[in-house]
Each structure stands twice: as structure tokens, then as C-alpha cells.
């Protein structure tokens, strides 16, 4: 009986993945030859990790509240990776435009629209950003009384999507305002993802490397509220609950090997709700005798 070996199918899967986040859509659709490969990494790597731009929709108070990525649509409907993204020389003018690649698009630069969930957004003309021109102030092309995309919708961090803006931005300057900028990477058209946490609205994003989560190091540090920024802030300290014995809080805040991560924080949040029971107990079997 012959015996089915998926190994090597598997390998070229990894390999063809591989080889469309480097080249993305440089290649025209026609599949470079190993050759072609080697020669393209050799002069494309070196210029991304120089020349990387960072893209980020920020909002008035500085947050960047949707970071960019490959698959990110502009304005124009087309992804961020279908725009220009290398450059070997940085432009001096700001600001950096990214012009759309696809053929006719009159797109000049990439332009960020957001997302009400999975839906999009309309302007105050009741029409969506499709149905208005992608160069210009963005004028409507099916009504003659709107003079440019502006939509009333909100943005998660209680600002108008409106004041936000579209930021191009290179690595110097992002680590000038103190923002992640990760590590280097050789994938095409990445923007402002610099980690997982990337992936999340400003609002949400609790990871302020940018590189990823934190460390086994942090997560198994013993202290008194917890190694999670949640738990910090939630959990009291055993010592403020009178009567209760000594607990080794060390051994309470070390994560099991096999424990993952949402495990260890349920079992601590768990802990936390067992203490918040045990004083109310010892409160209403003494209850304070002084009048107010």
C-alpha cells in the first residue's frame, strides 16, 4: 500500500506564502523564476528595511487609531499593498505620497476611509465613499450638493472620523513621537503593523512595544495585584483584607506551565471575586458598631 507523504506539499504552501508577502504584487501575476527571486530580494530587502514608511489613521489627540496593513483599503477601493510602498531614496516632501499602481486608478495617494464594524461609512450626502471621486476634495458623483467626502461617523476614541487624518510617516519620525516602530521585517507593503497588537483600535491597544506580547518573564513576575495591567488595576492587595490568612501571593501569581495566558488571567480574576467574597462574609459577621 502506498503511503501519502504531504510534507513537501505542505513545505511549497509555506514557501509560495512566503514568497507573495516578500514580492506581493511586484510580479505583474506572473511568477518569478528562482532566479528573478533571489536577484528582487537582493534589491528590494535591503531598501524596505532603510526605507520602511509607517501609515497610520490618527486622530487629533495623537492616537493612532487604525495602524495600515497590506490588505488595508484606501479610498479608492484598492489595498495599501496595490500602492507604492518602496522607494530608494525617501522623498524630502511631505506629505509622502503612496500612488495607486493599479492600472487607470486616478488614485495619487493612499487614503484611509474607515469602517462602522464591517460596513462602511457614509458621507453626510447619505452616499459612500465609492461613490465619490478619488482625486480632488473627493466631490460625490451622484448628488450635485455635496462638496467632499465628510462623514458623520464616529471613531472609537470619541472623535469624528473627519478630524482624523492619514499619516505617512518614516521610521526617524515615528521614534521621535515615541511610537513602535518593531523590527524589521522583509514582507512588502506592511505600514504601521509592528506586532499583533497592531491589529487592534487605538483605544484597545494595551501593548505599547509594538514587537508583540510581553514575555514569559513578565507574565510569571509575582506581585501584588497580578502581572496584567487589568489585574494591576482591579485586584486588591490581600493585605487590605482583614481576616483572612496569609496567602502566598507568589505562588498565586506564577502561570502553570501548561496554563496559556486567558487560563492564567481567569484564574487570578477568579481569586480576586473569592476575596471580594470572604470580606463581605467577615463584614456581615462584624458589622461595625460606630454611628456615623
Known amino acids: 500500500m502506498e503511503r501519502l507523504h504531504f510534507q513537501g506539499a505542505a513545505g511549497a504552501v509555506d514557501d509560495y506564502l512566503e514568497y ?84 487607470k486608478c486616478p488614485c495619487k495617494s493612499y487614503h484611509f476611509v474607515p469602517l462602522n464594524g464591517s460596513q462602511p461609512v457614509r458621507c453626510r450626502c447619505k452616499h459612500f465613499a465609492d461613490d465619490h471621486s478619488v482625486t480632488g476634495s473627493y466631490n460625490c458623483t451622484k448628488c450635485s450638493n455635496c462638496a467632499g467626502f465628510h462623514s458623520s461617523f464616529t471613531c472609537g476614541c470619541s472623535q469624528p472620523a473627519y478630524t482624523h487624518d492619514t499619516i505617512v510617516e518614516t521610521k526617524e519620525e515615528r521614534q521621535a513621537l515615541g511610537k513602535p516602530v518593531g523590527q524589521d521585517v522583509p514582507y512588502a507593503a506592511m505600514g504601521g503593523l509592528t506586532g499583533f497588537s497592531s491589529l487592534a483600535e487605538g483605544y484597545m491597544r494595551l501593548d505599547e512595544s509594538g514587537i508583540g506580547a510581553p514575555s514569559r518573564h513578565f507574565l510569571e513576575s509575582p506581585d501584588d495585584g497580578g502581572s496584567h495591567p487589568f489585574l494591576r488595576a482591579y485586584d486588591p492587595p490581600s493585605s487590605n483584607i482583614k481576616g483572612l490568612p496569609d496567602r502566598s501571593k507568589e505562588m498565586s501569581g506564577l502561570k502553570a506551565q501548561e496554563e496559556q495566558d486567558m487560563a492564567f488571567f481567569e484564574r487570578r480574576y477568579q481569586e480576586r471575586m473569592q476575596k471580594e467574597k470572604e470580606q463581605k462574609r467577615l463584614n456581615s459577621r462584624h458589622p461595625s458598631t460606630q454611628r456615623p
Open 20 to 103: 507573495r508577502r516578500i514580492v506581493g504584487e511586484d510580479d505583474g501575476g506572473k511568477l518569478f523564476s528562482p532566479e528573478e527571486y533571489e536577484a528582487y530580494k537582493k534589491t528590494v530587502l535591503p531598501m524596505r528595511a532603510q526605507n520602511r514608511l509607517f501609515v497610520s489613521w490618527r486622530s487629533p489627540t495623537g492616537i493612532d487609531c487604525k495602524l495600515v496593513g497590506p490588505e488595508t483599503p484606501c479610498f479608492c477601493t484598492h489595498r495599501y499593498k496595490q500602492h507604492k510602498t518602496d522607494f530608494k531614496e525617501l522623498p524630502k516632501d511631505h506629505p509622502i505620497l503612496l500612488p495607486c499602481k493599479v492600472s
